[in-house]
């Protein structure tokens, strides 16, 4: 392949990848944190607007936030109004989490960029999805995970079992497609530790 090509490739994408954190920044750059779907207080909303009534356990799974963080979280989020904890029907000793009326009517910037696509037709997007798909890959292999990795994503997997066990394959399958069309940076992340460890997508719900 002439090395030229390669590198005007290379520049190209470097630009449309600058391009994309340009738009995220000024789709963001007015508003709060809360309203923030990507990072933060705003993305455990977010989460509680696709399933409302969560323990924290569970939102520190789905969300890889340490307790000792999301707990701190929750306090700000309960004392400003958004949230309510309450002991569980089922277990009292268990607390839930759920929405105000003030978390649920907080409007939420959505990280879904989708109409971008517009202007292409299914075959391309279909095509050039194959060619990103090759690309991912060779990235890919070039990343070797340590041993201290592969028990992290050994840890994730089983969260995400313990999850879908827990709430059933259609509800399960329902949020993380909810969580996809967010634009919730999570989903990416899974899809990751199963291109490293021979999980498909399905493993996950589909959030990618």
Not at 93 to 102: A, D, F, P, Q
Not at 146 to 156: G, K, V
Request: net charge negative.
């Amino acid at each position: 392949m002439n090395d030229d090509l390669r590198v005007s490739f290379h520049e190209k994408l470097m630009g449309l990848m600058h391009s994309m954190r340009i738009s995220h920044m000024f789709a963001h750059r007015k508003a709060s944190p809360l309203q923030d779907v990507s990072r933060g207080q705003g993305r455990i909303l977010a989460m509680l607007k696709i399933k409302d009534k969560m323990t924290a356990k569970d939102l520190s799974y789905l969300l890889g936030i340490r307790q000792q963080s999301l707990n701190e979280s929750l306090k700000k989020l309960e004392k400003a109004g958004y949230i309510t904890r309450q002991p569980s029907l089922e277990d009292g000793r268990v607390m839930e989490i759920s929405l105000t009326e003030k978390g649920r009517d907080l409007k939420q910037i959505s990280n879904n960029n989708s109409d971008v696509l517009d202007g292409f037709l299914d075959e391309e997007l279909k095509q050039f999805g194959s060619y990103v798909d090759r690309l991912w890959n060779a990235y890919d292999e070039k990343v070797e995970a340590d041993p201290e990795d592969q028990e992290m994503y050994e840890r994730m997997r089983e969260r995400m079992d313990m999850m879908r066990d827990r709430m059933g394959d259609d509800d399960f399958d329902e949020m993380m497609r909810r969580c996809r069309h967010m634009g919730m940076p999570f989903g990416m992340m899974h899809h990751m530790h199963g291109r490293h460890h021979g999980y498909n997508n399905d493993d996950f719900g589909g959030c990618y």
